[in-house]
Each structure stands twice: as C-alpha cells, then as structure tokens.
C-alpha cells in the first residue's frame, strides 16, 4: 500500500515496493522522496528517490516492537516509556487486545489512580506501519525511537 506524503517525516523508515529493501527517509519532495539503504546489514550504503507509490510502510510484528524498546508484560500488552521524566512520571505508550492506549501517573501513587487515554480501539498491531508508530512516539515524547534493526 502505497504511503502519502503527509505520513512521513525526515527519519522515518520504510521499504521500497520494487526491492523491498528497507531505508531512512533523507529528504521529502513535493512528487518524491530520497531515502537511504543505510539499514543494510552489509553495511553498504545507496540511495533511492521515488515517487510516494512506491514506498510501502513496514508492518509491525512483535520482533519489531521488541527492537524499537517495547517490553511485554504479564498482561500480553507490549509497553514503552514516553515520559521526559521516567524517574518520577508513568508515561507508557501500550498495545494492549484491541487498544493502543497512553497510560501517564506519578510512580509514587497507586496503578489504579493512573489515567488512561484510549487512542485507537482495534488491533494496531497488524495493520499499523513502522513509520506511523516512528511518528506516535516522537508526538508523544519528543524525541525519536530507537530501533536496533
């Protein structure tokens, strides 16, 4: 499926539709984007600029949320921490059943006093690409995810 402009931002990792080779967004254009095969495990970096029908988003998949940070609890939701302040502020981002969800709270009170902010009630897991979370989570803290692909 093909990705529109607006989705993407300069960072965001995707793949080409021709080879499927997965790469970072350098620069977005008005009819196409630059992006780089700087991913590849060879080490070899090349360069691609094509038109936005071209490039697909990167399917979620529970390996790839475990190499962007998130954690699986006992509760069969995967987990990460958006918060600026991890000391003292619960700030999860969470995929839990149908829901992704933020949850936020001061650590020194109870869970139950925590409040929750339903962002999409179906399972994102399956149809949410790579990018969109790249863009969620920068939304959310500020800053960019890192992933160990």
Request: overall charge negative; glycine content about 8%; charged content about 20%.
């Given at each position: 499926?093909?990705?529109?402009?607006?989705?993407?931002?300069?960072?965001?990792?995707?793949?080409?539709?021709?080879?499927?080779?997965?790469?970072?967004?350098?620069?977005?254009?008005?009819?196409?984007?630059?992006?780089?095969?700087?991913?590849?495990?060879?080490?070899?970096?090349?360069?691609?600029?094509?038109?936005?029908?071209?490039?697909?988003?990167?399917?979620?998949?529970?390996?790839?949320?475990?190499?962007?940070?998130?954690?699986?609890?006992?509760?069969?939701a995967w987990n990460i921490s958006v918060s600026p302040w991890p000391e003292t502020h619960l700030k999860d981002l969470s995929?839990?059943?149908?829901?992704?969800?933020?949850?936020?709270?001061?650590?020194?009170?109870?869970?139950?006093?925590?409040?929750?902010?339903?962002?999409?009630?179906?399972?994102?897991?399956?149809?949410?690409?790579?990018?969109?979370l790249q863009n969620i989570y920068w939304w959310l803290s500020g800053n960019e995810i890192t992933i160990q692909l």
């Amino acid at each position: 499926m093909a990705i529109e402009k607006y989705e993407l931002r300069i960072g965001n990792i995707i793949t080409g539709d021709i080879d499927g080779t997965p790469g970072r967004i350098l620069q977005l254009f008005d009819e196409c984007a630059q992006w780089t095969y700087d991913l590849l495990p060879s080490n070899s970096v090349g360069y691609n600029s094509t038109t936005y029908n071209y490039i697909s988003g990167i399917p979620l998949s529970p390996e790839l949320l475990e190499k962007c940070g998130f954690v699986k609890d006992g509760f069969n939701a995967w987990n990460i921490s958006v918060s600026p302040w991890p000391e003292t502020h619960l700030k999860d981002l969470s995929f839990a059943g149908d829901y992704l969800y933020l949850r936020e709270g001061d650590l020194d009170k109870p869970r139950h006093q925590d409040s929750l902010c339903v962002i999409w009630n179906n399972d994102l897991r399956g149809v949410m690409p790579l990018h969109q979370l790249q863009n969620i989570y920068w939304w959310l803290s500020g800053n960019e995810i890192t992933i160990q692909l």
